[in-house]
């Protein structure tokens, strides 16, 4: 394991290995995100990320890879909404638009009565109910009975798998608080793409430039601003990349590329071969298990310095 910088200067006064290009939140699970000049990191994320999603009549929670629709559905939040101390009056609501019909706006200091065996993945729950009105909202854009819920912090914990990075959590996220990116991929990706794709078929919370393509397989330990990150597992990905989120339309690529160039065949040739693709590090963030969360804020154009690496992609967790 290589420890950067050595016996010299601290990282911090090394040059950065990359600077934040940008900062995506997505409130609402597989919909559009907002990017956003700076974020609150908390206990499990970004402020706001990922705190709702819509579910079926099961209970079972969509994603693009069932409704790509989902990628045409714009999230509005106020503002101020990002800043570090920043509350919910009566009148904060974030906005809610998609083809077809009229804004639906949802007050982010109310929180509505429960709801019981709401599932994501292997994880079931209860969540608060967004009510009738944005029910019937989306159940009418789907064509089919569904509801919003909101992610109930009250009483309930969703844990990151503990084989990868333990003690840690998440809202309504797939698997990780974190998911992070350099445009030096995107580029490098698109560069034996037909067509190129933009970065939010990949949908990062962080997006740094500067640094080599797939550098970030291999940070180990990261600084931004103040806060340490850790790089815990690559992430795999599933069809989401293919859909074009300006239409919700699937394709082939980029995933056709990536099995080229990106498989656990070329990246990890010493592992079983999972037949996956991987694209972006999936990330914890040391300082979120604290119980003081004051300052904890990361702001487009913070420096990435690295400060640990991995000998090389087939030793980083997979």
């Known amino acids: 394991m290589d420890k950067a910088g050595g016996g010299e200067a601290p990282p911090e006064r090394q040059p950065p290995a990359a600077t934040v290009k940008s900062i995506v939140v997505y409130p609402i699970k597989s919909c559009r995100g907002i990017s956003v000049p700076q974020a609150a990191v908390t206990s499990t994320g970004l402020r706001w990320d990922r705190q709702w999603l819509v579910m079926n009549s ?3 929670a969509f994603t693009q890879r069932v ?37 639906l706006k949802i007050p982010l200091g109310t929180k509505h009565a429960t709801v019981d065996d709401v599932s ?32 109930n912090d009250a009483s309930e914990i969703r844990e990151t798998n ?19 990116a350099s445009q030096g991929s995107v580029d490098a990706l698109n560069s034996i793409l037909k067509e190129p794709v933009p970065m939010n078929r990949f949908r990062p919370n962080i997006i740094v430039d500067g640094c080599h393509p797939y550098s970030e397989d291999l940070w180990k330990t990261i600084k931004i601003d103040k ?9 795999d990905r599933c069809k989401v990349p293919t859909i074009n989120q300006d239409n919700g339309i699937p394709g082939e690529e980029p995933t056709e590329a990536l099995q080229a160039l990106r498989s656990d065949e070329v990246l990890r ?49 997979a």
């Open 67 to 103: 409704e790509p629709k989902l990628a045409l559905i714009e999230v509005e939040m106020p503002q101020e909404a990002f800043t570090e101390e920043w509350q919910p009056t009566p009148d904060s609501h974030m906005v809610i638009r998609a083809p077809g019909l009229d804004p």
């Open 58 to 60: 099961t209970g079972r």
């Open 227 to 235: 806060l340490t990150f850790l790089g815990v597992k690559l992430c």
């Open 162 to 180: 503990p084989d990868y990075a333990q003690g840690y959590k998440v809202l309504f996220a797939d698997a990780f608080p974190f998911l992070l």
């Open 269 to 317: 040739p010493s592992h079983k071969n999972k037949r996956r693709v991987y694209f972006g590090q999936n990330l914890v963030c040391k300082e979120s298990l604290s119980a003081n969360d004051k300052g904890r804020i990361i702001k487009v154009g913070d420096p990435v310095y690295v400060l640990e690496s991995f000998p090389s992609s087939d030793e980083v967790p």
């Open 120 to 151: 994501v993945w292997e994880w079931s729950g209860s969540a608060y109910d967004e009510g009738d009105e944005a029910a019937e909202w989306f159940s009418s854009y789907f064509g089919k009975p569904t509801r919003l819920v909101r992610f």
